[in-house]
């Protein structure tokens, strides 16, 4: 059965704790993982409930292995796949296709400032996906690492741009989950917004190599709702990583990681630049 012998289970669950004392779950499969997922989306981080919790970890387990897991070390490098000349390319990948897939040893989320996913119910960003696959513990640990840095600094911080923090990845095939703030480039894109861009890349090459990371994937940070033209921003990408692992040799494998036709053609148009 899969995932499905856990579905109906932790959909009662988490809709009783909403306060549904007699719910009724939708008719078909889809509508009751859709269903799921809007409230997973929208739970408050608190205490999960200890029965909750098996479910929950029981279902994703499940669900993500019949989603597919997509090995890094099965992505050519763009010197064998696009003929790339960067000095770095033995290091570098394209891949397109769902990050919350893939096994390496981080994957990296375009967060907002407050650091707790998107409260969108089924909203389609990567934010909310990256949460809704590894697991209510995932918004669980980024409030108690907020709730610490606002001990320090203020019950009005929020995470500044291009400042990442590193946290596990629960169900996600993957080991860790790299959170960082892009530049919001609207009205119109800046060159401090360029600067803050490049920095993103940097500062979590910089945690990986701190934190014994050896293969990452970058989403396309900034881009879509955060307003930065997706043509300079796989530039600046790619530009970034390509010097940082000229500079050091810390990290094995850089990927990046697009779901767009148009980002996949971008990022090919600069790999392969003379």
Same mark, same amino acid.
């Given at each position: 059965?899969?995932?499905e012998q856990?579905l109906d289970?932790?959909?009662?669950?988490?809709?009783?704790?909403?306060?549904?004392?007699?719910?009724?779950?939708p008719?078909?499969?889809?509508?009751r993982?859709l269903? /799921? +997922?809007?409230?997973?989306n929208v739970?408050?981080?608190? @205490?999960?409930?200890?029965g &909750? $919790?098996r479910?929950?970890?029981?279902?994703?387990?499940?669900?993500?292995?019949?989603?597919?897991v997509?090995?890094?070390?099965d992505?050519?490098?763009?010197?064998?796949?696009?003929?790339?000349r960067?000095?770095?390319a033995?290091?570098?990948?394209?891949?397109?296709?769902?990050?919350?897939?893939?096994?390496?040893?981080?994957?990296?989320?375009?967060?907002n400032s407050?650091?707790?996913?998107?409260?969108?119910p089924?909203?389609k960003c990567?934010?909310?996906?990256?949460?809704?696959y590894?697991g209510?513990?995932?918004?669980?640990?980024c409030?108690?690492?907020?709730t610490? /840095? +606002?001990?320090?600094?203020?019950?009005?911080y929020?995470? @500044?741009?291009?400042v990442? &923090? $590193?946290?596990?990845?629960y169900n996600?095939?993957?080991?860790?989950?790299?959170?960082?703030v892009?530049p919001?480039?609207i009205?119109f894109?800046?060159?401090q917004?360029?600067?803050?861009?490049?920095?993103?890349?940097?500062?979590?090459?910089?945690m990986?190599?701190?934190?014994?990371?050896?293969s990452v994937?970058?989403?396309?940070?900034?881009t879509?709702?955060f307003?930065?033209?997706?043509?300079?921003?796989?530039?600046?990408a790619?530009?970034t990583?390509?010097?940082?692992?000229?500079d050091d040799?810390?990290?094995?494998?850089?990927?990046?990681?697009?779901?767009?036709?148009?980002?996949?053609?971008?990022y090919?148009?600069?790999?392969?630049?003379?």
């Open positions: 059965m899969g995932s856990y289970g932790l959909l009662e669950a988490i809709l009783k704790e909403s306060g549904d004392e007699s719910p009724r779950l008719p078909d499969i889809e509508s993982r269903t /799921l +997922r809007a409230y997973m739970r408050h981080p608190m @205490p999960i409930p200890e &909750m $919790l479910l929950q970890d029981a279902y994703l387990k499940d669900r993500n292995a019949e989603r597919g997509f090995h890094a070390d992505i050519p490098t763009v010197d064998t796949a696009l003929g790339c960067l000095p770095s033995d290091r570098m990948s394209l891949w397109q296709g769902d990050i919350t897939t893939l096994d390496c040893d981080a994957i990296v989320n375009a967060a407050q650091m707790l996913g998107c409260f969108s089924n909203h990567i934010d909310n996906c990256i949460h809704t590894a209510m513990q995932l918004r669980l640990e409030h108690r690492r907020m610490e /840095l +606002r001990n320090v600094f203020g019950k009005g929020e995470q @500044p741009t291009s990442p &923090m $590193l946290t596990g990845a996600l095939p993957c080991r860790h989950v790299i959170h960082v892009g919001i480039a009205p894109k800046t060159p917004h360029e600067r803050d861009l490049a920095q993103c890349y940097r500062n979590v090459l910089d990986c190599r701190d934190n014994g990371i050896r994937a970058f989403c396309c940070i900034s879509g709702v307003g930065f033209p997706n043509d300079r921003a796989a530039e600046i790619v530009g990583v390509s010097e940082w692992l000229d040799d810390s990290v094995d494998k850089v990927i990046f990681n697009v779901f767009l036709d148009k980002d996949r053609a971008l090919e148009e600069v790999l392969t630049r003379e």
